[in-house]
Each structure stands twice: as C-alpha cells, then as structure tokens.
C-alpha cells in the first residue's frame, strides 16, 4: 500500500499568514492526490483534487502544487474559518486501497 | 441538493453486529462508486469500503472478512454490516460519494455515525 506522510503534524499560524503543509507519497503516484479540511465534528470538505485543481466554492486563497512524491497545500492569507485539520488523500489506482495522511492541524498562534 | 445521512451506530459489545445505513438523496447511489470511510476518536481518516456501481466491492485490510458493504437501489441507500466487532473498531463512520471511477476522492460526505465497541 502507499503510505501517505503530512508535516508538520501541527502548525501554528496568525491570521494573514502564509502557510504551507507537505504531504509526501512512499512512491509516484503522478498528481493523484486530493486535499480536505476537517472541523471538529463535522465532515471533511474536499478542497483540492488532482494535486492543484481547486474544488468549485472554495476560495482562491487554498492552492494546491506537486507531483511524483512531493505535494504542497498553501493558503496565501489564513483566514478565521481556516483553523481546522487538514489531511491529504492519494488515489493513484484504480482500485483502492486508497490512503489518507495522518492529518496537520492548523491553530491560531 | 446532494445529501448523504447515516444512521445506525450505537454502543456495541465486542463479537457484536451492527449495521450502519447511509440514505442518500440527490442523486442515485447505484450509479456512483460509494465509500465508508470511518475516524477512530482523536484520530485521521481511514478507508474502509467501497461498492462500484457495477457491484465489485473492496474492503481495507482491518475490516475484511468482518464487514460487509451493500445497497438498497429501491431506497437509494447505502449499508455498512459489521460483524465481529472489535475495540478498535470505535470511530465515527462516514459515507462519501466517489466522484468517479478515475477519479477516487470524495465530494460529498455524510455527517457520520458513532460507533463504541466497548463491555
């Protein structure tokens, strides 16, 4: 199976901050990953699919980048509501399993 | 409107069943790819099954054997059937909606349905 690993496993940030979490795949798995963010709670919303492509609603300020191994979530300019768990999700297969990071929590400095 | 709602957790002793339903609306599970994807307390997301529309079902390595995916088309819901459950089973279970056969993500999720195996 492809193992999936986020960093930081926490990140503390202010609102306005630049921030970038890193998701890096055990082998290629092309630009098949997708992003989510969790709330405490509720139900993870996909905010990201095909590594950069920005899910429909979601704010310009989530971009996504990379390929192969190598993945990057950045939110140009924290915003309140964006203090919440993020995970990213590889679906390099047609068949699963598929596999999810261990998740980066993002909380207010 | 897309809406997944599932139902059914509860608390449960170990070697116990339980099935979970997930009644969706907005569109036709038959159709789709769904998923389960369950989160044990304070913890990351983790697949646990999933039907194609054409039928073929797959299961994560922990819950094979033990779990049983399936649906209803005539009430367009989807069903979870736990068998020998375990400890390490308590989580909330969601269901998702695949958004296609090449394209193995999730774009809608249900709100989840807890589930304690405990004594």
Do not use: H
């Not at chain 1, 199976?1 to 055990?26: E, H, K, N, Y």
């Not at chain 2, 897309?2 to 339980?18: A, C, M």
């Not at chain 2, 907005?26 to 989160?39: D, E, K």
């Not at chain 2, 009430?75 to 059937?81: A, C, D, F, G, V």
Request: charged share 15%.
């Amino acid at each position: 199976d492809i193992q999936m690993t986020q960093s930081p496993s926490t990140l503390s940030a202010s609102v306005g901050d630049r921030v970038t979490i890193t998701c890096r795949a055990s082998q290629s798995i092309s630009s098949w990953l997708a992003w989510y963010q969790q709330k405490p709670g509720k139900a993870p919303k996909l905010l990201i699919y095909k590594a950069s492509s920005l899910e429909s609603g979601v704010p310009s300020r989530f971009s996504g980048s990379g390929s192969g191994t190598e993945f990057t979530l950045t939110i140009s300019s924290l915003q309140p509501d964006d203090f919440a768990t993020y995970y990213c999700q590889q679906y390099n297969s047609y068949s699963p399993p598929i596999t999810f990071g261990q998740g980066t929590r993002l909380e207010i400095k | 409107e897309v809406q997944l709602v599932e139902s059914g957790g509860g608390l449960i002793q170990p070697g116990g069943s339980l099935r979970l339903s997930c009644a969706a609306s907005g569109f036709t599970v038959s159709s789709n790819y769904m998923s389960w994807v369950r989160q044990a307390p304070g913890k990351g997301l983790e697949w646990v099954s999933v039907i194609y529309s054409g039928g073929s079902t797959y299961y994560a390595d922990s819950v094979k054997g033990r779990f049983t995916i399936s649906r209803d088309n005539s009430k367009n819901t989807l069903y979870l059937q736990m068998n020998s459950l375990r400890a390490e089973d308590t989580a909330v279970y969601y269901c998702a909606r695949v958004v296609s056969e090449w394209n193995f993500f999730f774009d809608y999720w249900g709100q989840g349905t807890l589930v304690t195996v405990s004594s």
